[in-house]
């Protein structure tokens, strides 16, 4: 196996992932509307795909994993896609310096892929993603042993992957009852599945991704970068006319058969020529009949589908750097949260966050877009506040990429986020307000309402797509026909003798009036031993965020 073959079974995987990427996303159990796995393991596969773009083929399979690697490092969204990047790092370890690989070469790379992916999950949970990566990666070693063959190898890697897959209803419960298998472990086979096609060379899938690149350069402002390539190279070249040299009109009516955008100039001693052709060889052949290459300038041909694609990609970064400058540390501590809303991130500025990333449920950001938040901050150390457990692992991998000191607390909910923050105290040290702000928002309980994203049947609750779904501490309580009805029933569940305050924090899609209904009817029950407070958050995907203290 070699890196051009690598480098297109992957770029292949990523198309057909994003093609099964809504069937994905169905197997997940909860209904909940979230940060999908199949979303997040595809714009994690995207990422390399990108970098993989602009690798000429001539890289080595070393290069091209290392390559794809630090991609899906940076471009890791949700624990699937955070988990998917440390398979593909590992395997990039294993594959470091060779120039091709063989079948033992090709499961050690594959081992070392899955132990970095067990050891970054404090509590592997059997019957998921990383179950499928074991098993397949116990039988690719089996089968190197007596087969030194790549692809044998690969082959056994797919069948034992999806054997795995099949198994994991049995290792967890909750699948079993949902009658699905793992989301992240198809995922997985998803891809290894594709890479094996190229491997036995079936043409790399082909994306709609001209579409998709239109739409991004336009959504930055950059038109210009919206261009249809039609030939590959552009061809320049200055040529000493021969003596007998036949007229310059005859190379370019050639030109213009074979290519676009041509110029032919020429005086009396030489011929200039630009064109845009698939075939440089042809030209530079024929351009022999005219006259000899001059040294200086020198004959340049370059690969405007490289450039472009290049282009793209220091615009798009360009438009993400832009949110966040880059800051050198002034002062002692900072703070990124992960937040969504109006409201709520008005909340967060105003106790302290020095940077807001967009995003949470439904929106994971990336790896790399939290490190940025975390290099746009003027402080020695940075406090990071995920507020969503499947933003968690991708926050963490921030840690090593950082030019400082990052402390990453868990904070499941924004509520949790919230109290971390108040419990701050710039008298302490890093580990003191660690230590402090950790136990504030272990404190807080926090129910949420949203809807249901799919039918499901779930923990003895048959749900039906729309319906109210009331979550406490992140675990479905009931679910119900009436938005405020619901939420009533919910905080009267969460408050209990020790409990001080309660915060319900309203979201773009409820009515002021519909909130402030809410909010009369638990001022009415509670409101005489307990503080009240009504917030326009402005948040998506939840009604109510409620905290209680």
């Known amino acids: 196996m070699n890196g051009k073959i690598l480098k297109n079974a992957i770029c292949s995987a990523a198309v057909k992932l994003e093609q099964n990427r809504k069937l994905i996303d169905e197997l997940n159990v909860y209904p909940v509307p979230d940060g999908d796995t199949g979303t997040n393991m595809s714009m994690t596969m995207n990422s390399a795909k990108r970098e993989l773009s602009v690798l000429p083929d001539t890289a080595t399979i070393s290069e091209v994993a290392e390559k794809s690697a630090s991609a899906m490092l940076r471009g890791a969204r949700g624990n699937s896609g955070v988990i998917l990047s440390l398979l593909f790092r590992g395997f990039a370890k294993g594959l470091a310096g060779l120039e091709e690989a063989q079948g033992q070469e090709i499961a050690n790379a594959l081992e070392i892929g899955v132990q970095g992916a067990y050891k970054s999950v404090m509590q592997p949970t059997e019957g998921t993603i990383l179950t499928v990566a074991r098993m397949a990666s116990q039988q690719a070693q089996l089968t190197a042993r007596g087969n030194a063959d790549a692809i044998a190898v690969w082959e056994e890697i797919c069948k034992a992957g999806e054997q795995a897959l099949e198994k994991t209803p049995e290792q ?19 891809i290894w599945q594709a890479m094996l096609d190229v ?10 991704e001209e579409i998709t690149r239109k739409q991004e350069t336009t959504a930055i402002g950059r038109v210009d970068l919206d261009e249809e390539i039609k030939f590959t190279y552009c ?38 020529v630009h064109v845009h052709t698939d075939n440089p060889g042809l030209v ?38 832009a949110t ?31 940077c807001i990333v967009k995003g949470g449920q439904t929106m994971n950001p990336s790896t790399d877009d939290i490190l940025k938040a975390i290099h746009a901050t003027p402080a020695k150390n940075v406090f990071v506040l995920p507020n969503n457990k499947n933003i968690i692992m991708s926050a963490e991998q921030a840690v090593s990429l950082a030019d400082r000191n990052v402390c990453v607390l868990q904070t499941r909910t924004i509520p949790q986020g919230l109290s971390a923050m108040l419990a701050f105290d710039d008298s302490f040290d ?22 249901a994203a799919r039918d499901s049947e779930l923990e003895g609750h048959n749900i039906r797509k729309g319906e109210v779904l009331a979550l406490e501490n992140g675990k479905l309580a009931f679910t119900d026909k009436d938005l405020n009805h619901g939420a009533f029933k919910l905080i009267k ?17 409820v009515s002021e009036e519909t909130a402030q209904q809410l909010y009369l009817k638990i001022q009415e029950r509670f409101g005489e031993k307990l503080e009240v407070m009504l917030v326009n958050g402005g948040q998506p995907v939840y009604y109510y965020i409620i905290a209680v203290e």
């Open 172 to 190: 967890l419960e909750i699948l079993k009852k949902a009658g699905v298998v793992d989301a992240g472990g198809k995922g997985l086979v998803t």
């Open 199 to 208: 491997f036995h060379g079936e043409t790399p899938a082909i994306s709609t």
């Open 235 to 272: 061809t320049e070249f200055i040529l000493e006319k021969k003596k007998d040299c036949p007229d310059s009109f005859k190379l370019r009516a050639y030109l213009e058969t074979i290519g676009d955008c041509v110029v032919v100039v020429d005086d009396d001693e030489i011929i200039k």
């Open 284 to 321: 530079l052949q024929k351009a022999l009949e005219f006259g000899q290459f001059v040294n200086e300038p020198k004959p340049k041909i370059e690969n405007m589908r490289i450039q472009h694609a290049g282009r793209i990609r220091e615009a798009q970064n360009a438009a993400q750097d």
């Open 324 to 354: 966040y400058m880059r800051a050198e540390p002034e002062k002692q501590f900072g703070f990124v949260a992960v937040a969504t809303g109006d409201g709520i991130e008005n909340m967060f500025r105003e106790l302290g966050v020095d």
């Open 430 to 451: 890093v580990e003191g307000n660690r230590i402090a702000m950790t136990r504030a928002f272990e404190k807080v309980s926090t129910g949420q309402i949203t809807f």
């Open 493 to 509: 569940r969460l408050v209990n003798n020790e409990s001080g305050f309660i915060t319900i924090t309203y979201g773009e899609n």
